[in-house]
């Protein structure tokens, strides 16, 4: 049986770039709906961080009143290089902060500032402060009958399923919380609420980061009329003539698996997810799996492609055009036993003092403090002649206690269980280490001893640990003189092997800065847009802080909306270029 419905405007994914186009484009009077592949709805963003990089917004402009848009533009033209876009760049700095205020203001989303540097600080254009917000905490008991249909957060980064701010704020305590009586009474009163929570719901009700992000702005869709169609994954979209008049989409077996034909009278949205699922494409894309090497990503499983694969069948272009066309994220394989397991992905031990990385050959190879895109970009070059592209994270007895290490969490909680099955290795000396993790127990010693000659007065000569902000930001501030540095010398001594993840991809559908999709002889393809990570980053490949997925993603989504409403309107094309600043 074939169903057909029809809409002002069809958006094709549920996560934050689709959600915000839906919301902005129903403000604006248009009829929409949001399809969803998976059974639940928020996409990558639900297991994200949810933080959002919008240079000058009111929040940020209270934190660093200096700020300014030729700073913005100074700091992008350093990070994108050779592609950076100025008509894009000058839309999105004029917008994200209008972004910002239109949620804020007519939706459920609420921000909060954070206190995180740029990614890259020292950078002309780079501040300390004042550019990534991120999304309040949210009960999700507000989306009623729908909670059930949220997402849930990444199981590995997530104590008992709790969650944690990305501000990292309430995760110090955690860490603080055999020391301190204000952590100490902070982590039980956060324990005692999410243990009520877990018996009264069977999952956390106050959720954080990027949860709450997806929560927010799934509410306000709703709350606003917008049908979430979940279980529900569009395939192919419909032309007529030369222009996009819908979907089709299919429901899954269990829910009959009927074709659904779904008619748009003024737009199609693909925010599918980007292709980090798509296994033929990042065999291609990405440079150590076309060495055979393995990749591990935290996405959904269901990102496979498929906004780009239906642009693409009607004419759209793809090029893998940047130098990294993912997030990177180093991360581990976490074994929960009964053969579930998850992917871990290391955004906070490698800050910590008493923490170095180092390759097969026993050798550091970049600052460990650095980005997690940065020291993947870093790891991915350096293992480029290698066996595999791996890091092994390692630490001491002292170390372990105070930080843990990636899913082993610190003293007093047990490590035997990881111990046993292999995700942590532990021996008495760093040679019997390495042996058992395949490092090259010689250069391992060598390295740590080289290492500790700097660590025991905070230094690290070779690659300068803790000289950014960025760095010392999610380090350890009671360590000093350096937040970052510390030695490696009482053993037993720990390790953990860390292969190449991602958060997501960075080339994508080829679009105008309204989010047109481009045909090959630079045509817009009538009514077919793309937003989020469907569409090329305007970051080119680089990753200057944190948030610079769902700022962009988010702006973008917002601005797709505007012109379709002013194309339906028939207002013209005019979206993007008025709103660029002079």
Not at 397 to 418: A, D, H, N
Request: net charge positive; glycine share 10%; aromatic share 8%.
């Amino acid at each position: 049986m074939t169903q057909e419905t029809q809409y002002d405007l069809i958006v094709v994914g549920s996560g934050a770039a689709g959600l915000s186009c839906a919301i902005t484009a129903k403000a604006r009077g248009l009829n929409v709906v949001v399809l969803e592949k998976e059974p639940v709805f928020g996409g990558t963003t639900a297991l994200s961080g949810g933080v959002l990089w919008i240079p000058l917004n009111h929040h940020g402009r209270k934190q660093n009143p200096a700020d300014s848009v030729q700073a913005v533009r100074t700091y992008l033209m350093q990070e994108t290089g050779v592609f950076y876009d100025e008509e894009s760049v000058s839309a999105f700095i004029a917008n994200g902060p209008r972004m910002v205020d239109f949620m804020e203001s007519k939706t459920q989303m609420k921000f909060v500032p954070t206190l995180y540097p740029d990614y890259h600080p020292d950078v002309p254009g780079g501040v300390n402060i004042g550019r990534s917000i991120l999304a309040a905490p949210y009960d999700i008991r507000q989306l009623g009958k729908d909670m059930k249909r949220l997402k849930p957060p990444l199981k590995t980064i997530t104590f008992m399923g709790m969650m944690f701010n990305s501000s990292n704020a309430d995760l110090k305590h955690f860490f603080q919380a055999t020391k301190s009586l204000t952590s100490f009474l902070y982590v039980a009163r956060r324990l005692a609420n999410h243990i009520r929570e877990l018996a009264l719901y069977k999952r956390a009700i106050n959720v954080t980061s990027g949860n709450a992000l997806a929560a927010r702005l799934a509410q306000s869709a709703l709350d606003m009329g917008i049908p979430i169609l979940t279980s529900t994954a569009a395939h192919r979209v419909i032309m007529e003539g030369d222009r996009v008049v819908g979907v089709a989409a299919k429901a899954t077996a269990a829910d009959g698996g009927a074709e659904r034909i779904f008619s748009a009278r003024h737009g199609v949205v693909l925010a599918c997810g980007g292709f980090p699922h798509d296994i033929q494409r990042i065999a291609k894309a990405y440079p150590h799996v076309r060495r055979g090497h393995e990749h591990l990503s935290p996405t959904p499983e269901s990102n496979t492609g498929d906004g780009i694969q239906m642009a693409e069948a009607v004419g759209g272009v793809m090029e893998i055009r940047f130098k990294e066309p993912a997030a990177w994220m180093p991360v581990t394989r976490v074994d929960y036993g009964n053969g579930e397991v998850g992917v871990f992905p290391h955004l906070l031990d490698r800050y910590k003092p008493g923490v170095i990385g180092v390759l097969s050959n026993g050798k550091r190879f970049t600052n460990e403090s650095n980005s997690y895109h940065d020291v993947g970009a870093a790891m991915v070059k350096a293992c480029r002649d290698l066996p595999e592209t791996a890091m092994w994270l390692v630490c001491d007895k002292t170390t372990l206690g105070k930080y843990g290490l990636g899913y082993v969490k610190p003293s007093p909680m047990p490590i035997g269980r990881f111990v046993r099955n292999g995700y942590l290795l532990q021996d008495k000396t760093l040679a019997e280490l390495a042996t058992r993790a395949g490092i090259n127990p010689t250069a391992l010693e060598q390295t740590v001893r080289e290492y500790n000659v700097g660590a025991a007065q905070g230094e690290d000569p070779a690659f300068e640990r803790g000289s950014t902000s960025f760095n010392r930001y999610l380090a350890d501030p009671a360590s000093k003189p350096n937040p970052c540095v510390a030695p490696v010398q009482n053993g037993p001594f720990y390790a953990i092997k860390l292969v190449m993840g991602d958060l997501g991809t960075f080339d994508g559908i080829q679009t105008s800065v309204a989010g047109e999709v481009m045909r090959s002889d630079g045509t817009a393809i009538k009514g077919l847009y793309a937003v989020g990570n469907d569409r090329a980053s305007i970051m080119g490949g680089n990753y200057p802080g944190a948030g610079i997925t769902h700022g962009p993603n988010m702006t973008f989504g917002y601005l797709t909306a505007l012109h379709i409403a002013a194309v339906a309107n028939g207002a013209g094309q005019a979206v993007g270029r008025e709103a660029v600043p002079a």
